[in-house]
């Protein structure tokens, strides 16, 4: 991954503009989803993702080749969303979740049944702890890797790997809940 | 090993995306918190790539787009690089002005207060070689060189070239002006 990015990362250091466009083309939807995920708030999560995309024009100079451009962009959409959160305090997942709804009273018997599970599990995430969340954004939403993960929070691989752990113990234990209630 | 800690590598490795043995397969299929655990990394990796498909708004797009291509070719709304031409030609406006107006006085008053230094009373100096009139203008001269800019003498420094000379002349004037009971404005 960081071998492909680096001729980009060279490009966007000579401030070559089609070099940025690959770059952002490559990472926004990962990068939104993170966020997303983390902000619970899709109009704030754009205005965070744009932040972050600027940032990467304005210190492109920083950014070291050998590590390529990944974390560094994750490490950066980290910390728009924590400033993001600590300015516009947390938001319940209302405006996903009320969609969601709507779009589940509408559709068909099967779709409904997929659509309810996807709206139970992410009512689930949105009940972990920031931590455990965190993690469960970066590996599964974010698409980084454990050692990503560990370069964008500064956190050691074991812990990531154990607060994962106990996340997923809990979401399997309210999905467990969740579906004998329906039987 | 207990079956605590097989449950554990077993999810580790899930995690991971590391193959998994027939060992562990065998295990998840007999233990029920493997197999919850198993069903929601699968469940979690299949919306995770479906909400990686999602995006931001056209016009997000459109905007990080059209910004980075200006902030790129140093255009309008390149505050950085506007704000160091802006800066690097007020200093270099300024020290010209500065040359102008003072010209062959600011030599003769430099000359005279680098010999105040030597414990000779600027004043009766100052007095000495110049008129009231003249005294005057080169107050205003200076004043205007620098302050009229809105420029303190270390941004003029920084951004003129001419620090050290600056540095120098803004202590001997600061004693002259001082002496004259002569405010400076804009000048640190």
């Known amino acids: 991954m960081a071998d492909e990015d680096r001729e980009l990362i060279l490009g966007l250091k000579r401030r070559d503009v089609v070099s940025f466009e690959v770059i952002f083309e490559k990472y926004r939807r990962p990068v939104f989803s993170y966020i997303r995920g983390l902000v619970r708030d899709r109009a704030l999560a754009e205005d965070c993702v744009q932040e972050v995309f600027l940032e990467l024009v304005k210190n492109a100079d920083r950014i070291d080749v050998a590590r390529g451009v990944r974390g560094w962009l994750f490490r950066v959409a980290r910390n728009k969303a924590v400033d993001a959160i600590r300015r516009n305090g947390r938001r319940a997942l209302e405006g996903d979740e009320a969609v969601s709804s709507e779009s589940i009273a509408c559709s068909p018997d099967a779709e409904m049944i997929e659509k309810e599970g996807r709206v139970g599990l992410m009512k689930a995430i949105s009940g972990l702890q920031d931590e455990e969340r965190e993690i469960i954004m970066m590996r599964f939403f974010g698409g980084l890797t454990f050692a990503e993960a560990e370069q964008v929070s500064g956190i050691s691989l074991n812990t990531l790997i154990w607060r994962c752990r106990r996340a997923l113990k809990k979401l399997a234990k309210d999905l467990a809940a969740d579906n004998s209630g329906r039987i | ?188």
């Open chain 2, 1 to 188: 090993m207990s079956d605590a800690m097989k449950c554990d590598d077993i999810v580790e490795s899930m995690l991971r995306g590391r193959v998994l043995s027939d060992e562990m397969k065998h295990h998840i299929e007999r233990c029920e918190e493997c197999t919850l655990l198993k069903k929601s990394i699968e469940s979690l990796d299949a919306i995770g790539g479906e909400e990686r498909l999602d995006d931001i708004s056209a016009r997000a797009v459109v905007t990080v787009l059209n910004t980075a291509r200006e902030l790129q070719s140093g255009g309008k709304s390149a505050p950085h690089a506007r704000m160091v031409d802006w800066w690097l030609l007020r200093g270099l406006a300024a020290a010209a002005l500065f040359v102008v107006i003072a010209g062959g006085g600011i030599m003769v008053l430099g000359r005279l207060l680098i010999d105040a230094v030597d414990e000779k009373p600027v004043v009766a100096v100052a007095e000495l070689h110049f008129s009231s009139t003249e005294l005057d203008e080169l107050r205003t001269g200076i004043s205007k060189g620098l302050a009229g800019f809105g420029l303190s003498y270390t941004d003029a420094a920084e951004n003129g070239g001419i620090g050290g000379d600056l540095e120098r002349i803004r202590k001997r004037i600061s004693m002259f002006s001082t002496s004259l009971e002569y405010e400076f404005y804009g000048i640190n």
